[in-house]
Structure formats: structure tokens, C-alpha cells
């Protein structure tokens, strides 16, 4: 299994300032997804980073407001740019095991924006 | 898109059994999983069933699935306080996992 350390926990933000979240893996793995899931709703796919190669973004999600960093196998951020309250959620990273048929997550980072 | 449907609650007493049901639209489902979360805490895999398979049995879950009404289920034999959380049922096909909204399990003592 992958142990993931996802930072900060939670975090309360003022409108219209930005929100970087880090995730850390014990291993190396070579696609890392970021999970979106808002009050109420269903776990979204924001986008895949693999790394040495631009994240690729599900429809609905754009780079400039959630630009992502992998710059190497076993680390990953997500911005949250520009926030508004629309953006408070909780936001997951999560990595694929050794097989694909498992999928490990990070504790996740609660967000509110006031 | 593909969409994955949950009933939102379920409340059973302690030692009956309980069951979570999961309706899915992806024809190319390949993998099915239920996934436990649990206050504070991330997401854990519980369980997961190729696509192939009817059913699956681990201890005390036993995973159900109907391919041709594309339905998948959880069954959690002698229920405990702690397995009280939310439920979610995932499934990936030509995609990365697609999540139901969760089922929020309360066992009563």
C-alpha cells in the first residue's frame, strides 16, 4: 500500500487570495490524481499529473485556477486560485497502487472560503 | 459523462446486516469498488470486484454484482458501531474512478 500525507488538513481562506495543498507519497508512482468532493456532492476528478508532463484536466476545470505541480514521482500540489466560497470543499489527492485495480487517497484538505 | 447513483442513508441496528446498493452507467466498467470513509479520516478501499464476477466474498462484506442491470452491492454481515462512516461506491472503465455521492451507514447500539 502507499501512504500519502496530504497538507494543511483544513484550512479558511479570505475570498479572492490562492490556496496551495501538497501531497506526499511514500513511493514512487507515476500518475497522481486530484479529487474535488463539495458538500453534498460526489467525488469529482479535478485532473491527473504525471510527471515531466503537463496535468491533463477533466471538463469544467481549467489550469489557470487550478494549476498543478509534479515535479517529481513522489510529490504533487494543487492551486486553488483566486478562491471564492463556491471553491470550499474537500480536496483529494490520490495515487494508484502497485495494481490498478487499488486506488489510495490522502486525508484530504477541508477548505472554506469566507 | 458516466454517473455512478447511491441512496444517501441507511440505519440498521447492531448486529443485523446491512446492505448498500449502487447503480452505475459505464457499459465499460472494468473495476468496482466500495470504498470506506470514516470521520476524519481519507478514503479506504474496502473492497473491489472485476467486472467479470458476480460476487465476492471477504470476511464480513460480500460484494454483489448484476452486470446486466449494472448493479453492485454491499452487504455487511453482523453490522458493527464501528463500521458506522460513508460509503462510496466507485467504478472505472475507460476513465480514472467515478464516484457515487456516499452512503452514510448509522449503526444503532
Known amino acids: 500500500s502507499a501512504v500519502i500525507s496530504q497538507k494543511p488538513s483544513r484550512d479558511i481562506c479570505q475570498r479572492g487570495t490562492s490556496l496551495t495543498i501538497q501531497c506526499q507519497v511514500d513511493?514512487?508512482?507515476?500518475?497522481m490524481f486530484w479529487y474535488r468532493q463539495q458538500p453534498g456532492q460526489s467525488l469529482t476528478l479535478i485532473a491527473t499529473?504525471?510527471?515531466?508532463?503537463?496535468?491533463?484536466?477533466e471538463s469544467g476545470f481549467v489550469i489557470d485556477k487550478f494549476p498543478i505541480s509534479r515535479p517529481n514521482l513522489t510529490f504533487s500540489t494543487l492551486t486553488v486560485s483566486n478562491m471564492s466560497p463556491e471553491d470550499s470543499s474537500i480536496y483529494l489527492c490520490s495515487v494508484e497502487g502497485r495494481a490498478t485495480t487499488e486506488a489510495f487517497f490522502g486525508q484530504g484538505t477541508r477548505l472554506t472560503v469566507v | 459523462g458516466e454517473d455512478v447513483e447511491q441512496s444517501l442513508f441507511l440505519s440498521v441496528r447492531e448486529g443485523d446486516s446491512s446492505v448498500i446498493n449502487c447503480t452505475y452507467t459505464?457499459?465499460?466498467?472494468?473495476?468496482l469498488y466500495w470504498y470506506k470513509q470514516e470521520p476524519g479520516a481519507g478514503l479506504q478501499l474496502l473492497t473491489y470486484i472485476f467486472s467479470n464476477m458476480d460476487m465476492k466474498q471477504d470476511q464480513r462484506l460480500t460484494v454483489l454484482l448484476n452486470k446486466k442491470d449494472k448493479h453492485l452491492s454491499l452487504r455487511i454481515a453482523d453490522t458493527q458501531t464501528g463500521d458506522s462512516a460513508i460509503y462510496f461506491c466507485?467504478?472505472?472503465?475507460?476513465?480514472?474512478?467515478?464516484f457515487g455521492k456516499g452512503t452514510r451507514l448509522s449503526v444503532i447500539a
Open positions: 513511493s514512487q508512482v507515476t500518475m
Open positions: 466507485a467504478e472505472t472503465g475507460n476513465t480514472p474512478l467515478v
Open positions: 499529473a504525471n510527471q515531466g508532463s503537463e496535468a491533463t484536466y
Open positions: 459505464d457499459s465499460s466498467s472494468t473495476y
